[in-house]
């Protein structure tokens, strides 16, 4: 009969149990470790919002608002919320230049705003030989980082908007040449004028209104932006009176 050798089985030993399960245990907790740790770095990530995807960035990126966008001489006019990445607009205008208004409100303060105005030009496009009017057509393509950061230049001083139409000056002119007394015209000039929009043509005609030079001068101190870039030669041709023209140019070397 053939015999059969067998090798007895080792029995573990309580001690080496004990040491697999704490490597086991300790295994365990640095994955748990790593996994909180990415978790947390996610969650401190801040994220810009670029239109309709929120996309991670690095610790300097800030968060745009929604911008309530508005325009003056597009066909149609533009009055909406805007918050996607890329700002594309193309149209017909009804001038050779149109303003687009962007302006973005504080999440936390809604009287804080951030204002950006573009000029936007317009070409004349080709008419056909029936027609006779005068088409334009612009375009305006840029990306919401742009825009916004353009905006928070202290130095690029938003223009005026929306500027005062053609129509409302004629208005504006019946209501001064109405009032009697000259102290009432200035008064009523300086509320327009801090109400209205006037480019610097339309701040001339008000103040060439009001015929005391003196009451005039009043005016002019009050009215005068450093936005318009006055010369020398259109004060000058505001006031005749040399005195008062004198004065009037120490204004203008003061803004």
């Given at each position: 009969?053939?015999?059969?050798?067998?090798?007895?089985?080792?029995?573990?030993?309580?001690?080496?149990?004990?040491?697999?399960?704490?490597?086991?245990?300790?295994?365990?907790?640095?994955?748990?470790?790593?996994?909180?740790?990415?978790?947390?770095?996610?969650?401190?990530?801040?994220?810009?919002?670029?239109?309709?995807?929120?996309?991670?960035?690095?610790?300097?990126?800030?968060?745009?608002?929604?911008?309530?966008?508005?325009?003056?001489?597009?066909?149609?006019?533009?009055?909406?919320?805007?918050?996607?990445?890329?700002?594309?607009?193309?149209?017909?205008?009804?001038?050779?230049?149109?303003?687009?208004?962007?302006?973005?409100?504080?999440?936390?303060?809604?009287?804080?705003?951030?204002?950006?105005?573009?000029?936007?030009?317009?070409?004349?496009?080709?008419?056909?030989?029936?027609?006779?009017?005068?088409?334009?057509?612009?375009?305006?393509?840029?990306?919401?980082?742009?825009?916004?950061?353009?905006?928070?230049?202290?130095s690029n001083l938003p223009p005026c908007f929306p500027p005062t139409p053609p129509i409302r000056m004629?208005?504006?002119?019946?209501?001064?040449?109405?009032?009697?007394?000259?102290?009432?015209?200035?008064?009523?000039?300086?509320?327009?004028?801090?109400?209205?929009?006037?480019?610097?043509?339309?701040?001339?005609?008000?103040?060439?209104?009001?015929?005391?030079?003196?009451?005039?001068?009043?005016?002019?101190?009050?009215?005068?932006?450093?936005?318009?870039?006055?010369?020398?030669?259109?004060?000058?041709?505001?006031?005749?009176?040399?005195?008062?023209?004198?004065?009037?140019?120490?204004?203008?070397?003061?803004?």
């Amino acid at each position: 009969m053939d015999s059969v050798s067998a090798a007895p089985i080792a029995k573990p030993h309580p001690l080496n149990s004990f040491c697999l399960l704490i490597r086991a245990v300790k295994g365990a907790g640095l994955l748990l470790l790593a996994v909180g740790f990415v978790q947390a770095a996610c969650a401190q990530s801040p994220s810009v919002i670029l239109g309709k995807d929120s996309l991670a960035s690095d610790s300097n990126a800030i968060r745009i608002p929604f911008a309530h966008v508005q325009s003056v001489r597009t066909v149609p006019a533009i009055d909406s919320l805007w918050q996607d990445s890329i700002w594309s607009w193309q149209g017909p205008c009804s001038a050779p230049t149109a303003l687009i208004q962007f302006e973005w409100m504080a999440s936390n303060d809604s009287a804080t705003k951030t204002t950006l105005v573009k000029e936007v030009p317009c070409m004349l496009e080709v008419a056909d030989a029936e027609s006779t009017i005068s088409t334009y057509r612009g375009e305006l393509t840029a990306t919401s980082e742009s825009l916004y950061a353009e905006a928070q230049n202290s130095s690029n001083l938003p223009p005026c908007f929306p500027p005062t139409p053609p129509i409302r000056m004629a208005q504006i002119e019946r209501t001064i040449q109405e009032s009697i007394f000259e102290s009432e015209k200035v008064q009523l000039a300086m509320q327009i004028s801090a109400e209205e929009c006037l480019n610097k043509s339309q701040t001339r005609l008000l103040l060439l209104w009001i015929p005391s030079e003196d009451r005039r001068l009043a005016l002019f101190e009050k009215v005068i932006h450093s936005r318009h870039q006055w010369t020398v030669g259109e004060v000058e041709d505001i006031f005749q009176l040399q005195f008062i023209e004198r004065k009037a140019l120490a204004v203008l070397n003061n803004l």
